[in-house]
């Protein structure tokens, strides 16, 4: 009763892991642009911001109150926490490639793609035994 990859399984897990790692180093750097100064200085005007939460929270709503059955207001505050997390990591990432364009690729090490990509291969393979056992 063994796994069985084929060999397109192995091209898409690996580009999985890869686009985490780019998602992880630009929210990385996003956040030290967006604190650089010691005041907080968004990478995109705040009307976008509202955007991008608006429509996380009508997609995140309507996930918590058909799948979930969520009927409560209060049971529909998990759609409002995921779309913050969404919006806050959006805005990080669009913030990190602005840094990450200013400053140039020479700030990316080696070993900032290697940290990012072990951290994304064990979060990965944690992710497809909870999947795998059903927890």
Request: proline share 2%.
């Given at each position: 009763m063994g796994i069985k990859l084929e060999?397109?399984?192995?091209?898409?897990?690996?580009?999985?892991?890869?686009?985490?790692?780019?998602?992880?180093?630009?929210?990385?750097?996003?956040?030290?642009?967006?604190?650089?100064?010691?005041?907080?200085?968004?990478?995109?005007?705040?009307?976008?911001?509202?955007?991008?939460?608006?429509?996380?929270?009508?997609?995140?709503?309507?996930?918590?109150?058909?799948?979930?059955?969520?009927?409560y207001p209060y049971s529909l505050l998990?759609?409002?926490?995921?779309?913050?997390?969404?919006?806050?990591?959006?805005?990080?990432?669009?913030?990190?490639?602005?840094?990450?364009?200013?400053?140039?690729?020479?700030?990316?090490?080696?070993?900032?793609?290697?940290y990012a990509l072990s951290i994304c291969?064990?979060?990965?393979?944690?992710?497809?035994?909870?999947?795998?056992?059903?927890?």
């Open positions: 060999s397109n399984d192995f091209v898409r897990v690996l580009t999985v892991v890869a686009v985490m790692a780019f998602i992880m180093v630009s929210v990385a750097y996003g956040i030290t642009y967006i604190f650089e100064d010691g005041s907080i200085k968004f990478p995109i005007q705040p009307y976008y911001i509202l955007f991008i939460f608006s429509i996380g929270f009508v997609i995140s709503s309507v996930f918590f109150e058909k799948v979930r059955d969520a009927v998990g759609g409002a926490i995921a779309s913050a997390i969404l919006t806050f990591i959006i805005t990080a990432a669009i913030g990190g490639m602005y840094y990450i364009s200013d400053n140039g690729f020479k700030l990316l090490s080696s070993d900032t793609w290697v291969i064990i979060l990965s393979m944690v992710l497809f035994n909870l999947a795998k056992h059903k927890l």
